[in-house]
């Protein structure tokens, strides 16, 4: 029986090494799923409510002013809405570990924020009065009720439970604000009514949409493809 010479083997062994590589490296036919590319959800949020009247401001009108707009609505002429919350069921997506929300000119300022389940609401004033801010979970229970009485003073609260959380003041009563908690994939309406969530995943989705004083004309469902944006315009009503 012939032996093999020492170049047919190294060659023989390569073959076997490089054969072995394009196995273990090119997928099965079976039992394996290309990565999902995740898609977006775009669109633009509306009202046919009005706006609703400014608050006069019955304490410290030196800082406050003679009124405070009331931003329970905040549209424009065209009807866009400002402060909803448009989030997405079972898709993960951490919110801002901190939200900082100031007291300026008697608001909390900004109106909405967002802030995962643990994470820190930094507060602080820039007025020089008195505020308070009492955080409150839609039970009524109360998260922490702190006092900034001086500008440029900064506290800092966690809050460990998911939904919405309102704010107050209990010496300027009109005073509201609000914090969106969640694990969700979520986003913010802006002045000009529009929204962007990236990342989510492949499927039909029933949107969760939350305002403080209105609520979705119908439910919202949208379908989202791998790689593509799913544009959907939302009625806010009463």
């Not at 401001?57 to 919350?85: K, Q, W």
């Not at 602080?124 to 009492?134: E, I, K, N």
């Not at 989705?205 to 959907?232: C, F, M, N, Q, Y």
Request: one cysteine or more.
């Amino acid at each position: 029986m012939g032996g093999l010479s020492a170049v047919g083997v190294s060659r023989a062994c390569a073959v076997g090494a490089l054969s072995a590589w394009l196995i273990a490296a090119a997928p099965s036919a079976i039992g394996v799923r290309a990565v999902p590319v995740a898609g977006t959800i775009g669109g633009t949020i509306t009202t046919r409510e009005p706006e609703r009247p400014a608050v006069r401001a019955t304490v410290d009108p030196n800082v406050c002013g003679s009124s405070v707009p009331d931003e329970s609505i905040t549209r424009d002429a065209a009807g866009h809405l400002a402060n909803v919350v448009i989030s997405v069921p079972g898709a993960k997506a951490p919110a801002p570990a901190e939200a900082l929300v100031s007291n300026d000119r008697c608001r909390f300022v900004p109106h909405v924020a967002l802030l995962r389940p643990g994470g820190a609401v930094k507060m602080t004033s820039q007025d020089a009065v008195l505020h308070t801010m009492h955080a409150a979970g839609s039970d009524g229970r109360a998260f922490f009720n702190v006092s900034l009485p001086i500008p440029r003073m900064t506290l800092s609260r966690s809050i460990d439970r998911p939904g919405p959380v309102t704010l107050s003041c209990s010496t300027h009563t009109w005073m509201r604000g609000y914090l969106y908690v969640t694990d969700e994939l979520a986003a913010i309406s802006g002045a000009d009514g529009t929204f962007r969530l990236e990342g989510v995943p492949a499927g039909t989705h029933e949107l969760r949409i939350w305002h403080e004083s209105l609520k979705a004309a119908t439910p919202v469902k949208v379908t989202v493809k791998d790689g593509e944006t799913a544009t959907i315009d939302i009625i806010m009503t009463r």
